[in-house]
């Protein structure tokens, strides 16, 4: 977070908690006010409701001891709008009229309230509301002063929050500056020994961890590049040249096994090879019939017995790298022809879907979910394989984004791959 962000959300915060405070306070002071002032108006119905009821008594004539509040035997000589209030609302003690008036109202016998009533009309008495604009402004002054001392209050907060994050904002620096082949080193000792700088310590450890595994890691891809790929081409050059030499069936299906291996170690290397680079931040763009026609043409071998059903438009271009495309399709297509015992292979493209399908037998039955075909180390009864090469496509397809799925039915079996 900047400090500017802070700083706003800081001041943000203390002048709306002081806002909504005095508007509250404001509020509830002016409602206690109007109770309080309509407690009084009852407190002194109740009183007069008790001398005009002894006054009855006595057989005396009702007369109230304050000039606002008058006798009436019925409701007939109520005002107009009492009346027709207390019609719709029997329980009704206060009323509002034309011209300011207020009433109050208090029955002697509350059981019987047609008749015997006590009226108060308090308008000239209401204190509240003559000092209503004057209370309303002075809670807008306090809220003023409120605001000034919650704005100082924040100003200062702001400052002191600069000042202890400003740590944390060198710290950020250091690493944002800092590219991943180049991460720093050493920093943590600059820092005083508080909370920051426990965690610029953490963080110099995690950071010394994470450079020794990206240098192990560009070791064994620099390894695996010539050391495995040196043998792997040796082995490959070895048997091409047995090849031309005269051998008994045996031999011959001992050289096959051969290069099948080499075959599967060349492309599993290849492929490990691809996860171990970083992608680019913007994937180039594929065209997907040339990457596919190389795969078939560089396998030509692999479908001597099989029919191939391709469905392609020409101009198709998918956010995938070259290298990358080209082993997720060479793998798919060697799974369709290795592990299926059909016929046909279709290759088809619609709604940014990639389908590479055969008309075997589908998945074996110890997959329980379409899912399991893509971990690490599954792998069918017939394969040859060490249940790596489904593991490798998703993995890679996860790196572009490329979502994988697997159908499986009694038709064969058939892998989409969906291009974002």
């Known amino acids: ?30 409602l206690f006010s109007y ?20 006054q ?21 000589t109520l005002p107009a709008v009492v009346r027709t209030l207390l019609a719709e609302e029997p329980n009704r003690k206060e009323f509002s009229a034309e011209e300011g008036k207020h009433y109050h109202i208090a029955f002697l016998n509350k059981h019987d309230r047609g008749q015997d009533i006590l009226l108060a009309e308090v308008s000239g008495h209401l204190v509240v509301r003559e000092l209503r604009g004057l209370m309303l402004g002075f809670s807008l002054t306090l809220l003023v002063i409120g605001l000034v001392i919650a704005l100082l209050l924040a100003l200062g907060t702001v400052k002191l929050a600069k000042k202890l994050l400003k740590p944390l904002d ?13 991460l720093p080193t050493n920093f943590a000792s600059q820092f005083s020994q508080n909370e920051i700088g426990k965690f610029a310590q953490t963080l110099e450890s995690a950071l010394a961890r994470i450079r020794a595994f990206v240098e192990r890691e560009r070791q064994f891809t620099r390894d695996i590049s010539h050391e495995l790929r040196t043998p792997v081409t040796i082995s490959q050059g070895a048997v091409s040249l047995l090849n031309h030499t005269e051998l008994n069936s045996k031999q011959q299906e001992l050289v096959a096994r051969i290069v099948e291996s080499d075959q599967q170690m060349q492309l599993t290397l290849e492929a490990l090879l691809a996860l171990a680079r970083e992608k680019a931040d913007t994937p180039e763009q594929t065209n997907l019939q040339s990457v596919i026609e190389a795969c078939i043409i560089n396998n ?121």
């Open 35 to 54: 109770i309080i002032e309509d407690s009084f108006f009852y407190q002194i119905l109740e009183d007069e409701r008790k001398q005009i009821a002894l």
């Open 1 to 30: 977070m900047k400090t500017k962000q802070l700083r706003n959300r800081i001041i943000t915060y203390f002048v709306s908690i002081v806002v909504l405070l005095s508007v509250l306070f404001s509020l509830i002071t002016l």
């Open 170 to 182: 060198e710290l950020m620096v250091i690493v944002e500056a800092s590219p991943v082949e180049n």
């Open 56 to 76: 009855i008594v006595n057989n005396e004539t009702p007369e109230p001891h304050f000039d606002f509040v008058t006798f009436h035997p019925t409701t007939d």
């Open 300 to 420: 030509q071998v692999l479908f001597e017995h099989k029919v191939l059903s391709i469905d392609l438009p020409g101009n198709v271009f998918v956010p995938m790298a070259t290298q990358e495309l080209r082993l997720v399709v060479q793998n798919l297509l060697q799974n369709a022809v290795h592990h299926s015992q059909g016929e046909q292979i279709h290759i088809r493209y619609r709604d940014n879907t990639l389908t590479i399908a055969d008309n075997g037998q589908g998945l074996p039955q110890t997959f329980t979910a379409n899912e399991q075909a893509f971990e690490s180390g599954m792998r069918g009864p017939n394969s040859l394989g060490t249940g790596i090469g489904l593991s490798l496509v998703k993995r890679l397809c996860e790196k572009f984004s490329v979502k994988v799925m697997i159908e499986s039915g009694e038709t064969g079996v058939s892998v989409h791959l969906k291009f974002a």
